[in-house]
């Protein structure tokens, strides 16, 4: 009875790891995908700079290459196209 008992209680906390996992891979996925959390992400830029730069790289239809790119290079679009 006890290892039968030890069993579900091992399921549900694979269950619960599985679960938190899986959320935290969703937030993360979601971050990916955020033009703005990638901005957000370079340092000691000014707010109207950000700004400038999300209508600049939605206006350009460049989400994506934006995205892939490292935050040093990310700082150095920026400063070359805003």
Partial sequence: MIGVSTNIMNLMQQREERHQK??????????KNNVWDAIKEIPDLEQDICY??????HKLNMKDVFLRMKVEERLGWIRRNV
């Fill in 52 to 57: 400038d730069a999300v209508t600049k790289i």
């Fill in 22 to 31: 899986e959320a935290e891979e969703k937030e993360a996925e979601k971050r």
